[in-house]
């Protein structure tokens, strides 16, 4: 390959790293043509982008961009392939989904501005919530104490309009 084609891959990959704020690194290396492809399907219908790379290239692009990600240096060896997301815990649920006798392995992740390096992290990163779900469940925390002065109005009005009822059907 001409250095110039490396160059161009290298940026690529950087512009991906910085376009999406969730990546994972899996091993491919042991995984048939068939099952491949139908983790490429399943990817494609979960909204995660897979890419095959070469370490050595995917090492370069790492170290160009601003941020340290020295601690997925290590977990570049064999053949790797890059998951990109939007929902941290979309490429782990699926992976987890799939994964059949430990492949396809994970090797590392970077989600939600953290390192997760090793295939016993796979728990820990399906357990991540989205920031929709996370702002969901404020809202509801948030909507639960005024739901309830307001149900405690509605009953006390209730309980009032019920006793002037009473008074008002009393003969005089």
Same mark, same amino acid.
């Given at each position: 390959?001409?250095?110039?084609?490396?160059?161009?891959?290298?940026?690529?990959?950087?512009?991906?790293?910085?376009?999406?704020?969730?990546?994972?690194?899996?091993?491919?290396?042991?995984?048939?043509?068939?099952? +491949?492809?139908?983790? #490429? #399907?399943?990817?494609?219908?979960?909204?995660?982008?897979?890419?095959?790379?070469?370490?050595?290239?995917?090492?370069?692009?790492?170290?160009?961009?601003?941020?340290?990600?020295?601690?997925?240096?290590?977990?570049?060896?064999?053949? +790797?392939?890059?998951?990109?997301?939007?929902?941290?815990?979309?490429?782990?649920?699926?992976?987890?989904?799939?994964?059949?006798?430990?492949?396809? #392995?994970?090797?590392?992740?970077?989600?939600?501005?953290?390192?997760?390096?090793?295939?016993?992290?796979?728990?820990?990163?399906?357990?991540?919530?989205?920031?929709?779900?996370?702002?969901?469940?404020?809202?509801?925390?948030?909507?639960?104490?005024?739901?309830?002065?307001?149900?405690?109005?509605?009953?006390?009005?209730?309980?009032?309009?019920?006793?002037?009822? +009473?008074?008002?059907?009393?003969?005089?």
């Amino acid at each position: 390959m001409r250095k110039e084609d490396k160059s161009l891959i290298i940026g690529k990959i950087a512009q991906m790293i910085q376009e999406h704020p969730h990546f994972y690194l899996i091993d491919v290396a042991t995984m048939n043509a068939a099952d +491949t492809s139908n983790l #490429r #399907r399943k990817c494609f219908e979960s909204g995660v982008q897979m890419f095959v790379v070469k370490n050595t290239l995917l090492h370069k692009a790492l170290e160009t961009l601003e941020m340290d990600f020295s601690p997925l240096y290590g977990s570049l060896k064999g053949s +790797t392939a890059m998951m990109f997301a939007s929902v941290a815990n979309a490429p782990a649920k699926l992976l987890k989904d799939i994964a059949k006798d430990g492949i396809p #392995r994970l090797k590392a992740a970077y989600a939600e501005e953290s390192f997760y390096v090793g295939e016993d992290q796979l728990e820990a990163l399906c357990s991540i919530k989205s920031k929709n779900e996370l702002i969901a469940e404020v809202i509801a925390l948030l909507q639960s104490p005024a739901k309830n002065v307001v149900s405690a109005l509605q009953s006390g009005a209730n309980t009032i309009h019920g006793v002037l009822k +009473t008074l008002g059907e009393r003969p005089e």
